[in-house]
């Protein structure tokens, strides 16, 4: 280690920190004393995530931001609501999670994100972004009705302000007037650079020697118009202030009636608690507009903000990633950035799309090799699809890439713009299954249900990254739209060969043959169910295993051929039982006439929500790991199981 890292990371004592009994002890603390319990939080924020992981930069950025709102704001009687949530640690530890806060992320402990469930005072639950102004507005109208009189406080990223939604909020609050504030967290970035003309209009692009050229030429515009332009461009000139203030983000969210206060530093308490002191006297709409800097206080991050964005367990003093055992593999989300590439070096027609991922989707190298076909559209998944069934429609095939849960938010654009019209879009969907530590919010677990019957849809998913990249050729060579679904973390290994075939659509592949019961298997289930099979067989019981690798087109021929040679069924997916892969194989053999004399069970995920907690451990608790299987396949048969 040298020197320089060394010095990037000391503790502090929580002195202040740990003597704080409830949330209101931050009110009455002064200027000082928040300063000083800005750095005790920030250690304490730094050191938890490098042990557990999580979301770093955005964490640091509103230290002070969240000092300053629980200093003005009362959290129990006003209502804050954070957006997307990944930024809530400080409000987390400040109201009342402070002890159990080591146990962040982890199974049973304190959530990556607000949650009602886990507190009086996480007045939202949230993960998804942008969902904030809309959730603030509904509780300022509900406090209406009911005669209440709290404030109502939005937080909400320039990132997130991309969405559309953040705007449908925004309209609806401006034409309703309502007394509420939405606090503009701008730090410029989304995951990575945030993108998009409002970006550079809200950072402050207007820089002094272009707002000169712009006043100029936009003086020169108005002195054209016949009879009164002259008189326009007078009243445009009458004070440089007032021009500046035209065209500055007060002006877009002026035009929504909001009353626009800023840009103010984001990290200087007393502008911070002079203003929101001021806003709470406003009975209108009010947008404050707070300027912050991504990874505040801790060098590596404000460095490298994109990285600590969300990040595994990391070295404090250094900022250097702790080893991972299976570092050495690669992820599925590698091998995918690495195949679309070499596809796209063939196939010129193949564009990339991603709603503000790019690296969190593997696409990130796609955009410095093809800068031309990659576009990120900012967290706005719904405009994703239908950009790409414009994009299709003009003959080229775009891939969106994107995380299973977030395409939760583009169904409609899915059916309507892409399936019912055939059109050439094939999805990508990182993070199928459960994802881990990010939890209910993030598991990806409904998508083969919610893509199953729409018309046109071709899906599948793969047992390993090898597969993946098979799938990824079968998609491409399919005419119409298809969706390749695969879990979060790294493959198990396989060689991979990126000039391999495709597979033949609705073709299974048998792995292992059996007499007792018959194993249909799908993705990331399929080797579990392999190893489970083979274990088995040392207690006596043998078990054909099929990677089924479509949920549709369905393998039909394959699934009758191995099915009719058995009585006891199995089914094993990922993903939600209700309407999942398992659903469609009794769907199947039911229209068969199959299920007669025969035992089906399937093994995926109940009706039910799953939390947080590692990815292995989940699995095993919802019964669909190695042990699920073998359990599930004993109780199937009417064994008695080994204790
Ligand atoms: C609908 C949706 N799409 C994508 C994401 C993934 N995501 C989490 S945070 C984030 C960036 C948010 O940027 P911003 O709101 O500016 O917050 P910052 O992290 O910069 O503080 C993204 C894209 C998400 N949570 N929700």
Redesign the pocket.
């Known amino acids: 280690m040298s020197d320089k890292e060394k010095s990037q990371f000391s503790h502090i004592d929580g002195e202040l920190l740990d003597k704080i009994c409830n949330p209101y002890d931050v009110s009455r603390f002064s200027l000082e004393e928040m300063t000083q319990l800005a750095g005790e939080l920030r250690c304490r924020i730094i050191e938890t995530v490098s042990k557990n992981g999580g979301?770093l930069?955005?964490n640091l950025?509103?230290v002070e931001l969240t000092l300053a709102l629980l200093h003005c704001f009362d959290p129990a009687h006003d209502r804050i609501v954070w957006?997307?949530g990944?930024?809530a640690y400080s409000y987390k530890i400040l109201t009342g999670r402070r002890e159990r806060f080591h146990t962040l992320r982890k199974f049973d402990g304190v959530s990556g994100f607000p949650r009602r469930s886990e507190s009086s005072y996480d007045h939202f639950g949230v993960?998804?972004?942008?969902t904030s102004i809309s959730a603030a507005l509904g509780m300022a109208v509900a406090r209406d009705l009911a005669g209440g009189d709290n404030n109502v406080v939005a937080v909400?990223?320039?990132?997130?302000?991309t969405?559309g939604q953040a705007y449908e909020g925004l309209n609806q609050a401006g034409g309703m007037g309502r007394k509420m504030v939405v606090v503009l967290?701008?730090?410029e970035?989304?995951?990575s650079k945030?993108v998009g003309a409002l970006s550079s209009f809200l950072s402050r692009k207007l820089s002094n020697p272009s707002l000169t050229r712009f006043k100029k030429e936009t003086e020169s515009l108005l002195k054209q118009i016949p009879l009164i332009g002259g008189d326009l461009a007078r009243y445009a000139r009458r004070s440089e202030e007032s021009f500046k203030s035209f065209f500055t983000p007060g002006m877009l969210f002026e035009a929504f009636r909001f009353t626009y206060l800023g840009p103010i530093d984001g990290h200087n308490l007393e502008d911070l608690t002079d203003v929101f002191e001021q806003v709470k006297q406003l009975d209108t709409p009010v947008l404050v507009h707070v300027l912050?800097k991504?990874g505040k206080g801790y060098e590596p991050a404000e460095t490298n903000?994109t990285y600590f964005?969300?990040v595994g367990s990391f070295i404090p003093e250094t900022g250097r990633a702790q080893k991972i055992k299976d570092r050495n593999l690669p992820s599925y989300t590698e091998v995918f950035g690495e195949a679309l590439c070499r596809f796209a070096q063939k196939d010129k027609s193949i564009v990339a799309i991603t709603?503000?991922?790019p690296e969190?989707t593997g696409t990130d190298c796609f955009r410095e090799t093809y800068p031309e076909r990659f576009v990120d559209v900012g967290?706005c998944?719904q405009h994703a699809v239908t950009f790409a069934a414009g994009v299709a429609s003009q003959g080229f095939k775009p891939a969106v890439a994107i995380?299973s849960t977030?395409l939760q938010?583009s169904y409609d654009q899915v059916v309507h713009d892409v399936c019912l019209q055939n059109l050439n879009v094939k999805f990508f969907l990182d993070r199928g299954g459960l994802v881990g530590e990010d939890g209910a919010t993030h598991h990806g677990v409904f998508d083969l249900a919610f893509l199953r019957h729409i018309p046109h849809m071709a899906l599948m998913a793969p047992k390993d990254e090898a597969e993946l990249v098979r799938m990824m050729r079968t998609a491409f060579e399919h005419e119409g739209p298809a969706a390749v679904r695969y879990p979060r973390g790294v493959g198990v290994g396989a060689e991979v060969d990126y000039d391999a075939e495709p597979i033949e659509l609705g073709k299974a592949e048998l792995l292992r043959d059996g007499s007792d019961v018959c194993i249909l298997a799908l993705g990331s289930r399929v080797y579990p169910a392999l190893e489970g099979a083979e274990e088995l067989e040392t207690e006596g019981v043998s078990a054909a295993v099929l990677n089924t690798r479509f949920v549709k087109p369905l393998p039909k021929q394959d699934i009758l051929d191995l099915v009719s040679r058995h009585r006891f069924v199995l089914t094993v997916e990922e993903g939600c039982l209700p309407g999942g892969f398992g659903s469609a194989v009794v769907e199947f053999l039911s229209d068969e006439g199959m299920l007669d004399g025969r035992k089906v069970h399937r093994l995926g995920i109940k009706d039910e929500f799953v939390e947080h907690g590692a990815q292995g451990e989940l699995r095993a608790r919802v019964g669909i790991d190695k042990a699920g299987v073998k359990r599930a396949v004993l109780e199937l048969l009417g064994r008695p199981q080994s204790k």
Do not use: L
């Open positions: 979301h930069a955005p950025g509103t957006d997307v990944h930024q993960g998804h972004s942008s909400i990223g320039d990132g997130s302000m969405a967290n701008d730090n970035m989304s995951i945030n912050t991504k903000p964005h969300g709603a503000a991922m969190g967290i998944e995380y977030f938010r």
